[in-house]
């Protein structure tokens, strides 16, 4: 008898007595893998459905008869047994059957306890000895996609079974010391799932304990190169302990693993974003009127003290529609009032709608003049969302000037331009539209305008969707400081009864003519009191009774639909080809846009575009507003933003990415015109992903990085930072530097680390001093002094004297303010002074107000208070010639503590407070809290305990 071995794993092949052999068909090879891997007899019927779906059933039977016979031929009638309609194979070896028989095995095996014993090593090795590649390798069926879909998912099935069996025996073998053969499986077991942090550790645990230290951390590294690359995220917390114990040589004795199989890990489901509330002008505003008075009482009572006002509730609950009848109740005051709305998807633009809100007015007749008397640095500080203003005091503004911005003088100046815009009697209303999809940089600044309701008192209210943004936590906090100072104020809103349905009802309804008297009921049970839903289908019906009449026929042959899409899709249909490729295009740019844009990226004549902008304005597909902040003066709105996102949706997908391209081009070419590109960067950024254009995405999403930093907003510049890596911006390693530097202004320290060492996976070795420096500063703050130290000490190491004593100075600065916390001063001394060597040496002035400062701390602590003195001030004197707001508030907090050891406590207020300035400057609120709670001591030190706990509320928040 022929011994006939069939090799599943890998490329598969069929041996008979040790030679090949060749099958004639490749659907051959597909039987005998399908009953080899099944093990039980299968009929005819089974077969033909796996190898020829696409067949008839005489013409599939008489193909799969040819296959039979092939592959008797060539494995012999005994190892295929054909009985009647069922199919059957004999005695075959199959690697794949015998490697789900060993890992049986292994699991069948008792032990006298959870650990892995000599024999099952032996029979995990096997297996993955056997397991020569992936099952059936390079094979597939290209006119039979029922036995693709077998096969891979029998291949996941493989693939998971190996994994776990390395997954048992690499801690074993590093625990017996086989650390050869523990590294050679890690390294297998990572090329099955390049993703999988498990096997990462088990790799690094053995080059640790084999003595390859430098082989562990660049693991490490790697693991973090390839998380960041494939999933944009980083490292789980387990595997930085474990980098962080083998760097400090702390990793302890080894250690088998405990258990069977694992779970797999799941899925993270991304629910699709609701879109924003309607705007329902047509209807009659029902159910509101208690509501409509409270806001107009809180208008009243805010012009002594002011009141920031929400508007909660779900989404179509007529928030936006509640806002707007409040507005047009004001009458003569609705001048004025800043209406700024917020837009889903945009929460990566800066200030974005601060922005569309300030230029839509100060284009205005008349509104320039008054803007323009205001001081020349608010203007160039607010020139910077709005490049119009200032512009005419543009040439005689020191660029330096603008280098040295504040962040509270720059939401002061805002607040200020804001006030000049629509300034007149008290209250000035300021409106935000669906608050939940703000900027972070946008919170920031409505919070700065809550806090200082007592100077200024403005009627602030926004309207917010309750179903849990990203940040609603933002603005509950604002909202809480609010009530805490007794100015805010909430509604929120529920859903409409059936009497307030009826009333919706009768007022939609008056000039259409007599409707069912059970209309009412039947429209609150559909819709179940959600005007939204409501107003959409009454829309519906006034169209038909203008046709053919309101009557019970009418309202039977139109079912209000599950979802609002049939209610919306009814508005589209029949509508002409201009106008409908006009539509597409306004989809693409966006829930607003005007004229020319729109023109320009449709390619459509003037005339024409004119044409098809009439027919959708009579449809009310869309709706016009003026504005003077734009060419033309008229600005184009869907009527809903579910609207143009099933417009979206209806566009082809080549259509889309040809005309998100020729937006991106059009926004382009007018950054270019007005020199405001960084602004639009986001923007830009964001069509050309969506054209699938990843590289030029990438470029701006770098620059509208950039813009967010330059304007403090650095959860923004973060945000965009990180979509330019996603889209594959070349510069990895400055990009991860960059959200390093942000997250450590935001006080996001363990990020910031984790970030600065994917830096690490793509810097070159010449710039790893650098990272390890900056880590280094990372740990300092979060207290790990010994852990700081040791990048300190990583760094100087990998420094030559004379290649960089800048930087090396800088190191042995920082090395110096650790070892010293550390309580070791005089090796701190030690690395002072050859710090400032260093500095002298270079001739670097950062650097040497730097290590000025480090000595002025040392010798504070030494009770050394005149060379204290001598160094601090020599530490400002560099820092003020420099303008470096770093330093100028490390050199003056200092001084202001040794003040405070001197007994100067009025001088030392005073030094905390012009550094308060500069670190707002820079946004870093780890030293801007720092400061506040040296203020706070100050104040409890002099008896005033109010003064104190006011900063010590500051530096909480």
């Known amino acids: 008898m022929h011994k006939i071995t069939v090799f599943l794993f890998g490329s598969p092949r069929i041996e008979k007595d040790g030679s090949l052999v060749e099958l004639d068909t490749r659907k051959a090879m597909a039987l005998l893998a399908f009953l080899s891997v099944t093990g039980i007899p299968h009929n005819r019927e089974t077969l033909i459905n796996l190898l020829y779906p696409d067949l008839d059933q005489s013409h599939a039977r008489a193909a799969l008869r040819r296959t039979i016979s092939s592959l008797k031929q060539a494995i012999g009638s005994t190892s295929l047994v054909v009985s009647g309609d069922t199919l059957q194979l004999g005695d075959l070896w199959v690697d794949a059957r015998e490697f789900s ?18 024999d099952c090593l032996v029979r995990l090795e096997k297996a993955a000895k056997i397991y020569n590649g992936d099952f059936l390798a390079g094979f597939t069926l290209r006119d039979s996609i029922n036995f693709d879909d077998w096969q891979y998912f029998q291949t996941e099935s493989y693939k998971k079974d190996l994994s776990a069996v390395y997954g048992q025996m690499v801690p074993w073998l590093y625990t017996i010391e086989a650390y050869d053969r523990g590294i050679a499986s890690a390294r297998r077991w990572i090329s099955l799932d390049i993703l999988n942090e498990e096997a990462h550790r088990d790799l690094m645990r053995c080059y640790a304990w084999s003595g390859q230290h430098g082989a562990a951390l660049r693991q490490y590294r790697e693991c973090v190169r390839i998380l960041k690359q494939e999933l944009g995220v980083s490292p789980v917390a387990e595997t930085t302990q474990l980098y962080r114990e083998i760097m400090e040589n702390r990793l302890p004795a080894q250690a088998g693993k405990t258990g069977r199989f694992g779970q797999s890990s799941s899925a993270s489901i991304f629910p699709k ?37 929400l508007i909660e509730g779900e989404m179509g609950i007529g928030k936006s529609r509640l806002a707007q009848e409040f507005l047009a109740s004001i009458g003569g005051q609705y001048q004025s009032t800043l209406i700024a709305r917020c837009f889903e998807g945009e929460a990566e633009l800066a200030y974005a709608p601060f922005i569309e809100a300030l230029q839509s007015i100060y284009s205005k007749p008349g509104i320039a003049e008054r803007v323009n008397n205001l001081p020349e640095p608010w203007l160039s500080q607010a020139a910077l969302l709005i490049p119009d203003i200032g512009a005419a005091s543009a040439n005689n503004t020191d660029e330096q000037e603008l280098s040295v911005l504040n962040q509270s003088n720059f939401f002061e100046s805002l607040r200020r331009i804001i006030l000049s815009l629509i300034g007149g009697n008290p209250p000035v209303v300021i409106f935000i539209d669906d608050l939940q999809w703000a900027d972070a940089a946008s919170l920031d600044f409505l919070a700065y305008l809550v806090r200082r309701l007592d100077i200024q008192p403005l009627f602030i209210f926004c309207t917010l969707r309750n179903e849990g943004s990203a940040n609603n936590q933002r603005i509950q906090q604002i909202f809480s400081d609010a009530q805490r100072y007794g100015t805010g104020k909430i509604i ?8 307030m349905i009826q009333q919706l009802v009768e007022g939609a309804l008056r000039n259409s003519g007599d409707y069912p008297r059970d209309f009412s009921r039947r429209l609150f049970q559909e819709t179940e009191g959600v005007p939204f839903l409501a107003v959409e289908y009454l829309n519906k019906v006034i169209a038909d009774a203008r046709i053919v009449g309101l009557s019970r026929e009418g309202i039977d042959d139109w079912v209000l639909p599950d979802n609002v899409r049939d209610a919306l899709q009814a508005r589209l249909n029949d509508i002409g080809d201009i106008a409908w490729q006009l539509l597409t295009t306004g989809a693409v740019l966006g829930r607003s846009f005007d004229h020319k844009n729109l023109m320009d990226a449709s390619g459509r004549t003037e005339t024409e575009t004119v044409s098809g902008l009439e ?5 009310r597909i869309i709706k016009e507003r003026m504005t003077s902040g734009l060419p033309g003066g008229i600005e184009y709105d869907f ?36 020199r405001t590109v960084n602004i639009s960067a986001s923007t830009i950024a964001q069509h050309f992903q969506l054209a699938g254009e990843p590289g030029h995405a990438a470029e701006y999403f770098r620059l509208a990085g950039e813009n ?12 965009n930072f990180r979509a330019a890596l996603t889209y594959g911006h070349s510069k990895e390693s400055e990009l991860y530097e960059a959200i390093g530097d942000s997250l450590a202004m935001l006080g996001e320290y363990h990020a910031a680390s984790e970030s600065y060492e994917a830096a690490i996976a793509f810097c070159q070795p010449q710039e790893m001093p650098r990272f390890e420096l900056k880590l280094g500063n990372i740990h300092h703050r979060l207290g790990e002094y010994e852990l700081a130290m040791c990048f300190f000490q990583a760094s100087a190491s990998a420094l030559q004297e004379d290649d960089n004593p800048s930087l090396l100075a800088r190191v042995y600065a920082d090395w110096s303010r650790s070892t010293f916390f550390l309580h070791d001063p005089e090796k701190a001394r030690q690395l002072a002074s050859q710090a400032l060597i260093q500095a002298e040496k270079a001739g670097d002035p950062w650097a040497i107000a730097q290590v000025h400062n480090t000595l002025g701390i040392l010798a504070r602590h030494a009770d050394q208070f005149d060379t204290a003195q001598i160094h601090l001030k020599q ?17 003056l907090n200092n001084l202001a503590l040794l003040n405070v050891r001197e007994g100067d406590l009025v001088e030392a207020i005073k030094n905390i407070d012009i550094a308060l300035e500069h670190c707002v400057r820079v946004g870093d609120r780890h030293l801007e809290a720092a400061l506040h709670n040296n203020l706070a001591d100050i104040y409890h030190a002099m008896g005033e305990t109010d003064h104190a706990m006011q900063e010590l509320k500051k530096a909480v928040v």
């Open 615 to 619: 027919e959708l304005l009579k449809r």
């Open 639 to 674: 009527s809903h933003e579910k609207i143009r996102q099933l417009v979206y949706e209806q566009t082809s997908l080549s259509r889309r990415r040809l005309m998100h391209r020729r937006v991106a081009e059009v926004l382009v070419e007018q950054a270019r015109g007005s």
């Open 273 to 309: 974003a609701e879109s924003i509330e309607p705007r329902t002008e047509e209807a009659p505003l029902v159910g509101r009127s208690g509501e409509l008075d409270e806001l107009r009482w809180a208008y009243q009572w805010s012009a002594t003290r002011g009141c920031f006002f």
């Open 101 to 118: 028989q060993m890992l049986l095995d292994w699991k069948a095996h008792e032990h006298p306890d959870a650990s892995l014993c000599g």
């Open 708 to 719: 967010a930093r330059s304007l403090f907003a650095h959860r923004e510049a973060v945000a």
């Open 875 to 891: 530490s400002l004197q560099v820092a003020n010639q420099l303008q470096d707001s770093v330093l100028i508030l490390a050199a």
């Open 492 to 499: 929120h809103l529920i859903r409409l009864n059936e009497e």
